[in-house]
């Protein structure tokens, strides 16, 4: 048993001698292995760690609230009064087809109404806007070159989209990053090309609206984001509050519907 053993010993030492750079060659391809398996392991808690503070300092949402006709101010404060939501903003953006002077082309990009408690920007260069006629920029798709040039509305926006504008014009003053993009995905529209090239965030007053596009929400409670826990929270916040959410829609809808109703009746008696 012992000479079985040590002939064993001879012939592995032997092998190993006689052609030592691939057993280094073999011995490096797993040592590389283990080390980018480690190294995975650490750095999926190191990211999550940093978008978890990411979210939680900016104030990310948990729900968002959409309705084909959209959200009247006091529907929004109607949805804050309701149990089981910690913070409510109502959010305004639209879709246009714009020239910016770092493009050659008109493109579309979509416009935001600067939020104020929740999914805060974070200011990567120059300023915030102080006037209506002044915007932000996504600060990854741009440099600091493209602060004070200016972004032009086109014409070739429908008449209901540049209806919605106090400001045909705006210039741009500073770089954010938002919560609301964490890829580089800028998403889909049915405007122009159907594709979003960028974002703005500009203030309220560049917009004469009177309603919301949605409704952003926060639920109570400390919970870690991409865990189990926080998902079976945020459905079952969302199964409690959508039949209240749909009568407070359904009273917009027969709103407008009274509305154009009595508009109809005055002009044919007309």
């Given amino acids: 048993m012992v000479m079985k053993r040590n002939m064993m010993g001879r012939n592995l030492r032997r092998s190993i001698v006689n052609s030592l750079g691939r057993y ?11 080390a980018i398996f480690v190294g995975l392991r650490s ?25 084909t006709y959209g959200w009247e101010p006091e ?32 493109l579309v990009y979509r416009f935001y109404t600067v939020p104020e ?5 974070v200011l990567l260069e120059g300023r915030m806007p102080e006037r209506a006629d002044e915007c932000l920029a996504d600060g990854f798709r741009n440099d600091e070159s493209v602060i004070g040039t200016k972004v ?32 580089t995905n800028r998403g889909n529209t049915s405007v122009g090309s159907g594709s979003i090239a960028n974002f703005f965030f500009v203030p309220a007053d ?15 409670g400390d919970y870690q984001i ?27 809808v027969d709103s407008i519907r009274q509305d154009a109703m009595e508009e109809y009746e005055d002009g044919l008696a007309d």
């Fill in 43 to 67: 750095t999926k808690m190191d990211m999550v760690a940093t978008g978890q503070a990411y979210t939680d300092s900016q104030n990310m949402f948990d729900l968002r609230f959409i309705s």
């Fill in 206 to 220: 560049a917009f004469d609206i009177s309603y919301y596009t949605e409704v952003h929400a926060t639920i109570p």
């Fill in 24 to 34: 280094i060659a073999i011995a490096t391809i797993i040592a590389l292995g283990t």
């Fill in 226 to 252: 991409y865990s189990q826990e926080y998902n079976d929270a945020m459905e079952q916040a969302a199964d409690l509050l959508k039949p209240e959410l749909e009568a407070i829609a359904q009273a917009r």
């Fill in 152 to 183: 032009t509305v086109s014409q070739e926006n429908s008449d209901d989209a540049l209806d919605q504008l106090e400001q045909r014009e705006f210039t741009v003053v500073g770089l954010v990053s938002s919560p609301l993009y964490m890829d």
């Fill in 117 to 121: 408690s929740i999914n805060r920007l």
């Fill in 75 to 106: 529907q929004v404060e109607e949805i804050a009064a309701l149990e089981g939501l910690e913070d409510v903003e109502g959010v305004f953006y639209a879709d246009l087809i714009a020239q910016s002077e770092k493009s050659s082309d008109a």
